[in-house]
């Protein structure tokens, strides 16, 4: 174990504890403001306010991101699984057409997935906005996945092969009892992505009760703010993230090396 | 490598991500190259123009502002990223007191909305009541009565960046430290032992060791850049004027000005750009090897 002398270590703190002043600041702002003019009445004010609903945005938020997330892990895990142990026509082609769609950016293919989402009548419905969500953020999930399923032994299907169990059988009795940091890593990572998209609902919901809080945000703000209303802003902002912050101390370690994973091994 | 019998089985697997995030995002591909070559509203039929859009693109003023925008930001968030990502990453290996909570404050703003975080800059950024500006009066930095535009035409896209670089810092910075556990500790010893001081350590054992994850982590970044809208957004909206607009957010008024066949175009430049710096980008990280 090396010593650090102490000239080095005043420095790495410096370095480090003023990047990290410079980081705390916006949060030490959104906190101070909410709070400056109006006090503890603010949060009260956006609690009960004429045009933003705070437990409807969340609850809204909450279907859009839950229903996202159960159907990537579902069908991420399953294609996993064939594209990692099954032999199939055009399966390379296909794994790789896929992982091109990573590189497709939301905001450029906007007005084709406005038109066929409406064309199916999805429109202000969330299953309208799930199927993009799902779209956009199921590839990288199905690399981790199938990264994962790789590294399962060939010998223990093998055995349980000859003991006659199906493929299905397999998967369910084998796979998924021995992907459970995965499945953890790709349901935290599908979460946090969908609560945090703005585009998409902003593209395909109109109705502001059924905005999720990226979009709530802008049910707080005028043209000609008071400082008043300001300081409600800022306090609705801090409860809007209340429930990413618990998400991200609940599953910092699967936050971490998944998105880390996930970039690592592109 | 175990393979299951049944011809069909495996595509039942994975029929319904094929079908609803390829299907879906390459048709939308196909949809909106096809549109990009229409006079279009959005809503009505489409009429067929030809190139007439991209051509037309290749006039707008507005077009070069945004690709310009798009390429500093570009350049600026990837460098800022990799070289903050980079140093809080080598100084929280040390294993200084207390670097797992800096690690944890880096990393925060990956958890939270792009919205919430660009909303609270916009109105930290407001030019006269902001507490950005408020912050530099007290500190004497600012006189009274005096302004900074953060956000205004000349400072923008550098806020812009900030914001970036503020929202995903902290993900070079796990990346470079995942990086890092993987170099061996006899490299440093042996350079110790030949005295070599801690610059010349970063510079001739951790950077290029580091090689291939910077490789990847410009990849992302300029994809990443390419991605960005929100945080642009929901503060300057591309203005004033059009003057901090990106390519995404160029897209977006261009459909709210109900021009879906024009802004199909701009799409399209955008969608060619990403794959292109991509494959650009992995291509030569590839030959480095």
């Known amino acids: ?266 | 490598m175990t393979s299951f019998t049944g011809r069909w089985t495996p595509f039942l697997y994975i029929a319904p991500l094929v079908v609803l995030a390829g299907g879906l995002l390459y048709y939308s591909i196909g949809f909106a190259a096809y549109a990009s070559l229409t006079d279009w509203n959005g809503l009505t039929s489409m009429d067929f123009v030809g190139l007439a859009n991209y051509v037309e693109l290749f006039r707008d003023r507005t077009f070069y502002i945004a690709l310009r925008n798009t390429a500093v930001f570009m350049v600026g968030s990837v460098l800022l990223q990799a070289v903050l990502g980079l140093l809080v990453a080598v100084i929280a290996k040390e294993r200084i007191a207390g670097s797992n909570f800096f690690k944890a404050v880096f990393f925060l703003p990956i958890a939270m909305a792009p919205a919430i975080i660009a909303t609270v800059f916009k109105f930290m950024l407001e030019g006269n009541y902001g507490s950005v500006n408020q912050t530099l009066r007290t500190l004497g930095l600012l006189g009274e009565g005096e302004n900074i535009q953060w956000l205004g035409a000349e400072l923008g896209v550098l806020s812009i960046i900030v914001i970036g670089v503020f929202s995903w810092m902290g993900f070079s910075m796990m990346v470079y430290f995942a990086g890092l556990m993987s170099i061996p500790d006899d490299l440093y010893e042996a350079a110790e032992l030949d005295g070599a001081g801690w610059w010349r350590r970063l510079f001739s054992i951790t950077i290029p060791s580091l090689r291939g994850t910077t490789s990847v982590l410009i990849t992302l970044g300029i994809v990443g850049s390419l991605k960005t809208f929100d945080i642009v957004w929901l503060t300057t909206q591309g203005g004033p004027g059009v003057s901090t607009n990106l390519l995404s957010t160029f897209l977006y008024q261009e459909r709210q000005n109900r021009e879906a066949g024009y802004s199909s175009a701009i799409g399209m430049v955008i969608l060619v750009a990403a794959f292109l710096l991509a494959v650009v980008q992995i291509r030569l990280s590839n030959r480095e090897k």
């Open chain 1, 1 to 266: 174990m090396r010593t650090t002398k102490l000239a080095p270590l005043v420095a790495m703190y410096a370095v480090i504890g003023g990047l990290a002043l410079l980081w705390l600041y916006p949060i030490g702002v959104a906190l101070f403001e909410s709070f400056a003019v109006g006090g503890w009445g603010n949060y009260a004010a956006v609690l009960d306010h004429d045009t933003f609903d705070y437990w409807s945005a969340i609850g809204n938020s909450f279907l859009l991101a839950g229903g996202t997330t159960a159907a990537i892990v579902v069908f991420a895990s399953l294609a996993a699984y064939a594209f990692s142990r099954m032999r199939f026509a055009g399966k390379t082609v296909l794994y790789r057409a896929l992982l091109a769609c990573l590189a497709i950016p939301v905001a450029s293919v906007i007005t084709p997935l406005f038109t066929t989402i409406d064309d199916f009548g999805l429109r202000n419905n969330y299953l309208g906005v799930i199927i993009p969500l799902f779209a956009f953020n199921v590839v990288v999930m199905l690399l981790l996945m199938k990264n994962h399923f790789d590294g399962i032994p060939t010998e223990l299907v093998e055995a349980a092969t000859i003991d006659g169990a199906s493929p299905l059988g397999i998967f369910w009795r084998i796979f998924l009892p021995l992907s459970g940091p995965a499945l953890a890593t790709i349901s935290v990572l599908s979460f946090v992505y969908s609560w945090n998209e703005y585009l998409l609902p902003n593209l395909l919901i109109s109705e502001p009760g059924m905005y999720p809080v990226t979009q709530a945000v802008a049910l707080l703000q005028n043209e000609r703010m008071s400082q008043e209303q300001i300081g409600q802003l800022y306090a609705g902002l801090i409860l809007m993230t209340i429930p990413s912050v618990f998400v991200y101390l609940f599953s910092q370690r699967y936050l971490q090396s998944g998105i880390t994973a996930g970039a690592v091994k592109n």
